[in-house]
C-alpha cells in the first residue's frame, strides 16, 4: 500500500480525490492524508513518516507549495512530490523541478494521467527505498562478515563451496579474558559490554595480522582458526602479541574489586573438519571446525592461569627451535585416559 499526501486548500479536492480513487483506496492500494498548506503538510510528514509521495498545489497560505518543495527534504528526503497547480506556466515548472518536483500535473486534474503519474511515482520511491535498504542490510553485514567472505559469497557457486566438509591440518587458539566475571556484578552493563568488546577488538586485530579466522565469541572467549602455511607459529605469534598489548592496559576498579585485564589461551594443532555444523531447520548453521585437536586446544585454555599460552608437548615439539617455552606439568582433562603434559609458550 502507498501512502500519499495531497497538499491544497481547496476543500473540494479532498472529496473528489476520494471518489475518483474509492477503489483504490477500498482494496488499500493507495491511503490518502490531506493537508491544506506547506507547514500543515510538513507536520504530516512528520507525524506519519512512512508517507510515499506528495501531491502539492503551488498557491497556498501558510507556506506555499514551492517553499514546501525546499523544506520537504530536510523532513524526509525520500519523499518525491508531484505539483498539481493551475500555474503551469514554463517558469513555475522549472522552478518546481528546479526544487526536487517529481512531476508536474496542471489543473483542471486529468485523473486518469494523475493516476499514471502517481503510480510511476511510487514505483520510483519503492524503488529507492529498496535499494536505501539494501545497503543497510549490506553495511550491517560488513559489520558482522569477514570482507573476504562478502568477496568469496559474489562469485557463482558459493553456496556449493560452502556445504562443502572437508578434514584440514590446522591450528585451532582459544584465548580467554581472564577474571572478567569478577566484576559484572560491581559495573553498569553497558560498561561491561564496552569493556570487553574493546578488549576482543585488540584481540582480533592481532589474529587477523597473523592471517588468522576468529571462528566466534563464546561468553568472555574467543575461538580462532590458522590455516596454511605455518599455521601454527602464526598462531602462536597472535597470542604472544595480544598478552604484550594488554600487559599494557591501565587496571579497573569497581566497589572493592580490581580488574586487570589478562588473558589464558591454549593451542592446539592438527587434523580437525571444517563444515557447516548446527540446524538447517533452524537455519542456524557455523562453518567452523570440529574433532579431538579442536577439543583439546579448549580444554588447556581451561588450565591456563592469567597470562598463560599452554601447549601439549607434541605441539611443543614442533614450536621449540622457534619459541622459548616452559614445563607446565601434568594435567588430567576430560576425555583423555592419561594425563597431558603440558608446556607454557613464554616468547
Known sequence: MAKILVVDDEADLE????QKFRKKIRENVY?????QNGEEALQKVKEHPDVDIILSDINMPVMDGLTLLSRLPEVNPLIKAVVVSAYGDMQNIRTAMNRGAFDFICKPVDFEDL?????????????MQETLRAIKENNILKMYVDENVLNFMAHKGFEDTLMKNEILQATVMFIDVCGFTSITEHVPANTIVNLLNGLFDKVVKEIIAQGGHVDKFMGDAVMAVFRG?????RAIDSALAVKAQLSNEPEISAGDKTFKPAISVGINSGEMLSGNIGSASL??????????????AQRLQSVAKAGQIIITEDVYKQAKESFKCSINGEFILKNKLKP????EVIE
Open 115 to 127: 493516476d499514471v503519474t502517481m503510480e510511476k511515482t511510487i514505483t520510483y520511491v519503492k524503488q
Open 31 to 35: 491511503q490518502f492524508i490531506f493537508a
Open 15 to 18: 472529496i473528489l480525490v476520494k
Open 229 to 233: 602455511e605455518f599455521h601454527l607459529d
Open 340 to 343: 597431558v603434559n603440558t608446556y
Open 283 to 296: 537455519r542456524r548453521l557455523d562453518y567452523t571446525v570440529i574433532g579431538d585437536a579442536v577439543n583439546l
